[in-house]
């Protein structure tokens, strides 16, 4: 449907919104009569700010015309013929408007189509049920332009204002020394003889009278011209200061607080390219309307009238640059952050940036930056404003780079590409405090004019906070003081206050952003999940979800007590199940292979309901990085009874030497996967393809894991090679003979907790491959003696 009819339809102050885009400029008759013409064009493609394209506006300018023409010529009737005069008139009027300045049509109508289709649009969403389902994203980005353009508007209009103030003030100043000449003719007449003086005295009075009187009512209008620019340019300031607020508080903020959850595995921040064109435009604005004050501030000196302009220019003056100030100080950012776990003697890289640094030319004497560490006592002392003599708390080697201006995309920013942290100064740690609490921040500051010298800025900016270790075994603790940092971090806090204790539904949050980061995987904690770390944070055994929503874990519970019965926190408990599952588990993790959060009775009451052979993959309870295969069979010693076994739990080291999906095959006695996945259909794909043939007399060795208690040997006489049989096969298998192929092993395989020991059943891999190793003829025939 066409804008324009729809736009008919707006009421109340919606409507009053649209009637007043309407006036001499461009009358409302024409957008009703031309609303099909006008909504066809190409408004858009033409580039206002270029000069070259005034001739595509004279071309739409002159087509406007002509329709117009062409309809009233159309215009039949006595109701027509009023009509027709009227836009005959309208076509004069615009020629008359535009035909010097054709862009300046261009830009009006696209000022009026664009708020009549927010208008229409607004009225749509309010009333319609999707309405609410509005991107809200959208609609703000589409209220900043709108405020954009406003003050591009007030703007111009106060250069205008400007320009004819400047004009009065240029021709009153040539009737003032009108003034001051016929004063010196009226002094020159006391040199004439009386009879002459009294002959051209009269007429020089009355001039001087009439010039007098004239200067006494143009400078009362001067005067008022000067109040009225000023306090349109007070309305100006007043936008800008909300407009800048909006984008420097709020969307900049925003951007910062992504950024810092982006260190916690969330979405990358984006949206830096529409912050820095938003600050641009803030800037360009700025400038120009600090140059128009500027400007007024030299005409009330070339020509000092009495009045209160001199404090309101003075204030007006102040308040921009101010505003000039916040702009610059606040978009020196960092673009890329140094890594928040820093170790020693280790490479690092950050990008700083500064957003309006094209826009007011910073680049023509490019300003180097320079990084230092300092502690967060020092990083508070800053924000004071406190004296902090230049310290630093450590030495950073390359701390200094020059910033660069990228033209292709208009950015002005510093890399730093290769610092690295030489030695850092630990300050004195309160009560039980370990290094990896300590927090310390890059400092990245620099110093620039702009306007050739006229302001100078010394601008600063803190990094997120970072954690310096010295060791990689601190590594796990020190990302568990950054990741609560970035989760529960408050917007303007004190550096770098963190709440001691948050509720469970925020903890989980943070976690399972973590953890789809680490294990590259869309697939996050389920609910399940989430109950199980909660019994296992609370040492609770509740599987309702809502006994936890109001529950609270303090950092210390979170990352530095152990366990119950552990010598393990939480945190490093689930940091090791990522690590495990991001290195070696997460194709399995991504297939829904893997249970993982489960523990060791939730597994037999889910297993005990299926068939033998039956098996789950969780996590190990008692082992940091670990996970068990457990299996549902029949109990060896007690006929008829059926029982769950659980494998000793796989490392990552276990997993250097043999995949878990090989593994798994090794075991003939898993059929399986919970519920009732066939173990092939869900692994096979990730099996290890067959060894080759042996090569000039040799057969490549081969480990394969054994469960000795529910393996036989059982020789394939068509390779030669033993297979491994479970026991609770449904097919049963007479064995002619039996190869010892194993030494003699011990009944009890198993630990105190009825979990297999692991190092044995690898000592039964090695031992197949060192049989392996030997030639096979002698291997067969030793066998057989």
């Not at 909504?39 to 002159?62: C, H, S, T, V, Y």
């Amino acid at each position: 449907m066409a804008v324009w009819i729809q736009a008919q339809q707006l009421q109340g102050d919606a409507l009053h919104q649209m009637q007043s885009l309407y006036g001499q400029h461009f009358p409302i008759e024409v957008r009703h009569y031309l609303s099909q013409w006008i909504e066809g064009q190409l408004w858009d493609a033409i580039d206002l700010e270029n000069p070259q394209e005034e001739f595509k506006a004279k071309r739409l300018l002159d087509s406007l015309i002509q329709e117009l023409q062409n309809k009233a010529e159309h215009q039949m009737g006595e109701d027509g013929f009023l009509l027709k005069i009227k836009l005959g008139h309208y076509a004069s009027q615009l020629k008359s408007t535009y035909d010097r300045c054709p862009l300046e049509l261009v830009r009006c109508i696209r000022h009026i189509l664009y708020t009549e289709q927010r208008l229409v649009r607004e009225a749509t969403n309010s009333s319609s049920p999707l309405g609410g389902m509005m991107d809200t994203m959208s609609q703000k980005y589409q209220q900043i332009n709108q405020a954009f353009e406003e003050l591009r508007l007030l703007t111009q209009d106060t250069e205008n204002d400007l320009r004819k103030l400047q004009h009065n003030q240029e021709y009153f100043i040539i009737q003032y020394q009108e003034s001051l000449r016929i004063q010196a003719q009226l002094s020159s007449l006391a040199t004439l003889p009386p009879a002459d003086r009294q002959l051209r005295e009269p007429a020089l009075l009355s001039k001087r009278s009439t010039v007098e009187a004239w200067l006494t009512r143009e400078a009362n209008t001067l005067q008022k011209y000067r109040l009225d620019l000023a306090e349109k340019h007070q309305k100006t300031l007043q936008l800008l200061r909300k407009q800048q607020t909006i984008i420097l508080d709020d969307e900049l903020i925003q951007w910062k607080r992504r950024q810092q959850l982006a260190g916690n595995g969330g979405p990358p921040e984006g949206g830096l390219n529409i912050l820095q064109s938003w600050c641009e435009k803030l800037a360009e604005t700025i400038w120009q309307n600090r140059q128009q004050i500027r400007r007024a501030e030299h005409l009330r000196q070339q020509l000092p009238i009495p009045g209160p302009i001199e404090e309101l220019l003075s204030e007006l003056n102040s308040t921009i640059t101010d505003i000039i100030s916040a702009l610059v100080t606040s978009t020196f950012i960092i673009e890329k952050q140094p890594p928040q776990v820093l170790k020693t003697q280790t490479k690092f890289a950050a990008t700083v940036r500064l957003l309006v640094g094209g826009k007011l030319n910073v680049h023509m004497n490019p300003p180097q930056v320079k990084a230092t560490i300092i502690s967060e006592q020092q990083a508070k002392a800053l924000l004071k404003n406190e004296n902090t003599r230049n310290e630093s708390s450590g030495e950073i080697l390359n701390n200094n780079c020059v910033m660069e201006y990228h033209q292709t995309t208009g950015t002005l920013s510093a890399h730093f590409r290769n610092m690295s942290l030489k030695r850092i100064k630990r300050s004195d740690r309160r009560g039980a405090e370990s290094v990896t609490e300590e927090k310390f921040t890059i400092l990245f500051e620099s110093q620039f004019s702009i306007g050739g010298n006229e302001l100078v800025f010394q601008v600063k900016t803190l990094s997120l906070p970072v954690v310096v270790i010295v060791h990689g075994s601190q590594d796990n603790n020190a990302t568990a003081t950054v990741l609560w940092d970035n989760a529960f971090a408050e917007p303007g806090r004190v550096p770098f206050l963190v709440p001691d204790k948050v509720l469970w539904p925020q903890l989980c949050d943070a976690i399972n952003m973590k953890y789809k980061a680490e294990v590259q995987s869309n697939r996050g904690l389920s609910e399940e999940n989430l109950v199980f770390l909660a019994q296992k944070a609370f040492s609770s055994s509740s599987n309702n979800p809502d006994d936890y929503r109001y529950m609270t874990m303090t950092c210390s519970q979170f990352s530095r007590e152990s366990l119950p019965g552990r010598s393990f926190t939480f945190w490093q408990w689930f940091d090791g199940v990522m690590e495990l599952t991001k290195k070696h588990l997460n194709s399995h993790w991504n297939d829904g292979a893997i249970l993982g959060f489960v523990n060791k009775q939730q597994a037999q009451d889910m297993l005990m309901s299926k068939p033998n052979g039956t098996f789950l993959l969780r996590f190990s309870d008692s082992e940091i990085g670990g996970i068990t295969i457990a299996w549902v069979a029949e109990n060896p010693n007690k006929a008829g009874e059926r029982m769950v076994w659980n494998l000793m739990p796989y490392t990552a080291k276990d997993f250097s030497i043999r995949s878990l999906a090989d593994r798994i095959s090794d075991l003939n006695h898993l059929l399986f996967l919970y519920p009732d996945r066939p173990k092939d259909e869900v692994f096979s794909k990730h099996y290890t393809p067959p060894l080759s043939k042996a090569v000039d007399g040799y057969v490549k060795p081969q480990i394969k894991q054994v469960v000795p208690e529910f393996t036989t040997a059982n020789p394939d006489p068509a390779s030669g090679n033993p297979t491994y049989m479970d026991h609770a096969s449904p097919a049963p298998v007479n064995h002619a003979h039996t190869y010892n192929i194993y030494p003699p092993m011990s009944d009890s395989i198993l630990d105190a907790d009825g979990d297999f020991d692991l190092d044995d059943t690898m000592d039964v891999a090695r031992h197949v491959e060192e049989l392996l190793r030997r030639p096979v003829e002698s291997q067969w025939s030793s066998q057989q003696s």
